[in-house]
């Protein structure tokens, strides 16, 4: 297993932008796909982003697509999940996620096995 942590949340005015970190330690996240979820108060847990492993192919939840990007840094041991243009609606937990079949970039968060902790962003008007 790899064991994860999620940084970089905090409270940020709408239209602004915040980037997580995901970093992994134990095993090489390359050897992963990443995926990023994200919980609201409330609500579903919902898919975001997610990054291959070798391959660092991307796939994106619709409600992000165009202002979030989910990018590697293997030296760093640490995938990014830059967040621009945010809007109220995107306040949630953010999870990242290891997929032990890295070539894939799943959706669904059972796909997933090891989880950060979470790490709260916040969105105000």
């Known amino acids: 297993q790899v064991q994860l942590v999620e940084s970089g949340g905090g409270l940020v005015q709408a239209g602004g932008s915040l980037k997580l970190a995901c970093k992994g330690s134990?095993?090489?996240?390359?050897?992963?796909?990443i995926g990023w979820f994200r919980q609201a108060l409330g609500k579903e847990r919902e898919f975001v982003a997610a990054?291959?492993?070798?391959?660092?192919?991307?796939k994106y939840g619709d409600s992000v697509k165009d202002r979030f990007i989910v990018f590697r840094e293997n030296a760093k041991n640490t995938v990014y999940l830059q967040m621009n243009n945010l809007k109220i609606e995107d306040t949630a937990v953010y999870y990242c996620a290891a997929d032990s079949i890295p070539w894939t970039a799943e959706t669904e968060s059972t796909k997933y096995g090891d989880w950060g902790q979470g790490t709260q962003v916040t969105v105000s008007s």
């Open positions: 134990g095993r090489a996240i390359s050897e992963y796909a």
């Open positions: 990054v291959t492993g070798a391959s660092a192919i991307t």
